[in-house]
């Protein structure tokens, strides 16, 4: 399977723990994406690499919440001190970012977290 | 106002049926429109992709971009029970960044 992948899948915490998730994006593209999806809502920007560099963050990126992506390959979020409004899916996605290329985000399947 | 909006539906049809989705967008800057779909509980899936102004076609599939009203469209011909899903507009000022997404239209076609 060459798509974006994450894992977990679903994670249940409880509130005040720490969780981190990890994204493989599409082998050659260099763009990571971070979104996060709550129910009935569309994607919301998290964040997004280029590489290994952090070229922006939302302003819905509170100081809980750090991504990497210290290789440029795979990325992880991580959350903490996790709060119950952190309850949602999070989304990921890759693009191969080139002059001449489309650009599109490519999807992974999410990780759902429910923050007891 | 969000920068996209989209009328959540829901949304029912019969098989076969055209079946028309929209979002209206206030940032002129938009030049990159999507279409994704998205199944319950899964990421959303690329449907079409579209720049400037204009029609896409695939297969049953249509986009329309009217950026004089900034306003986009999905038209979905002959639709299937399996199209039956929740439909994501996004659209982006240049390539490469960050996507703003409409809220979905879930839709049902009913066999």
């Known amino acids: 399977d060459t798509g974006v992948s994450q894992d977990p899948r679903h994670k249940i915490t409880k509130r005040g723990q720490n969780v981190t998730f990890r994204c493989d994006p599409i082998s050659e593209h260099n763009r990571l994406y971070w979104y996060r999806q709550t129910l009935g809502q569309g994607p919301e920007f998290l964040t997004y690499f280029q590489n290994e560099a952090q070229l922006e963050k939302s302003r819905l990126l509170s100081d809980r919440f750090s991504a990497e992506r210290p290789k440029g390959s795979f990325s992880t979020l991580e959350i903490q001190h996790t709060e119950q409004g952190d309850s949602a899916m999070y989304l990921c996605?890759?693009?191969?970012?080139?002059?001449?290329?489309?650009?599109?985000?490519?999807f992974g399947p999410g990780t759902r977290l429910t923050v007891l | 106002q969000k920068e996209v909006e989209q009328d959540p539906g829901p949304l029912s049809v019969p098989e076969g049926a055209i079946v028309s989705l929209n979002c209206t967008y206030s940032n002129s800057a938009f030049q990159y429109f999507m279409w994704y779909r998205q199944y319950s509980r899964k990421g959303p899936e690329l449907l079409m992709y579209t720049y400037s102004s204009g029609n896409k076609e695939d297969g049953r599939f249509t986009a329309q971009v009217d950026k004089s009203s900034k306003y986009i469209s999905l038209f979905i011909r002959d639709s299937q029970p399996s199209d039956s899903a929740t439909y994501l507009c996004?659209?982006?000022?240049?390539?490469?960044?960050?996507?703003?997404f409409g809220t979905g239209t879930s839709l049902t076609v009913i066999p």
């Open positions: 996004a659209m982006s000022p240049n390539t490469g960044n960050q996507f703003y």
């Open positions: 996605a890759s693009s191969a970012h080139r002059a001449t290329h489309k650009n599109e985000q490519f």
